[in-house]
């Protein structure tokens, strides 16, 4: 079955670059059929969407107008997986990151798989 | 900019039906999907294309949307399906989430 699992630091300085990589199984990050997304959580702003990144004969990305000055999302098929950098990032950008697939045939864009979830900190 | 709103809690009593609402303008002409939440894991997808259910995802989850609002419906409400619920949409190549209902079961 498919699984995302994520990785990363959960602890990141005011004005640095957040990075955080979600690897993929049983699916392709070129799969023609999906999209891949990164999602955050927090208290006081629940469920964001971030951005994602998808193959349909070319690369191509989504951002959210709130992070877009900020933020980057690339594939890497050599390694089946995609990452995330949000850049000077401040205490408001603390979340519980996730990453998540959207299958376009099967579930009509909804996100059907989430990784476990990166608890990220933004101090110093 | 487009806004989803859903009531911060709703109550339900063991094997009886929950209704957990989401409201938007004109959400019905867009698909709404529905995850559950239980504490300290990740979201989990229970409907899709408004009424729609995963494998996997019990007979007793059911959603519709029409009109300004989208509905899902837990008939014979179980202990397990205490938990937070989120709908969610696209709109214009971004996605929005509502806030989120706390589901008890008492």
């Known amino acids: 079955q498919v699984q995302l699992q994520q990785s990363g630091p959960g602890l990141v300085k005011p004005s640095q670059t957040l990075s955080l990589t979600c690897a993929i199984s049983g699916d392709s990050v070129s799969s023609n059929s999906a999209a891949w997304n990164w999602i955050r959580q927090s208290p006081s702003r629940g469920l964001e969407w971030l951005g994602r990144?998808?193959?349909?004969?070319?690369?191509?990305?989504d951002y959210a107008v709130f992070v877009k000055s900020r933020i980057t999302i690339n594939p890497d098929t050599s390694k089946n997986q995609f990452s995330l950098q949000l850049n000077s990032v401040t205490p408001e950008d603390t979340s519980v990151y996730y990453c998540?697939?959207?299958?376009?045939?099967?579930?009509?864009?909804?996100?059907?798989?989430w990784g476990q979830g990166t608890m990220v900190t933004v101090s110093s | 900019s487009y806004e989803l709103t859903q009531a911060p809690s709703v109550s339900v009593s063991p094997g009886q039906t929950a209704s957990i609402t989401c409201s938007g303008d004109k959400l019905g002409d867009k698909y709404a999907c529905w995850y559950q939440q239980k504490p300290g894991q990740s979201p989990v997808l229970v409907i899709y294309?408004?009424?729609k259910r995963p494998s996997g995802i019990p007979e007793r989850f059911s959603g519709s949307n029409s009109g300004n609002t989208a509905t899902l419906t837990i008939s014979g409400t179980q202990a397990m399906d205490e938990a937070d619920y989120y709908c969610?949409?696209?709109?214009?190549?971004?996605?929005?989430f509502g806030g989120g209902t706390k589901l008890t079961v008492l």
């Open positions: 294309q408004d009424s």
């Open positions: 969610q949409v696209w709109d214009s190549s971004t996605v929005l």
């Open positions: 990144t998808y193959y349909r004969s070319k690369w191509s990305n």
């Open positions: 998540a697939r959207a299958s376009v045939g099967a579930t009509r864009g909804a996100f059907d798989i």
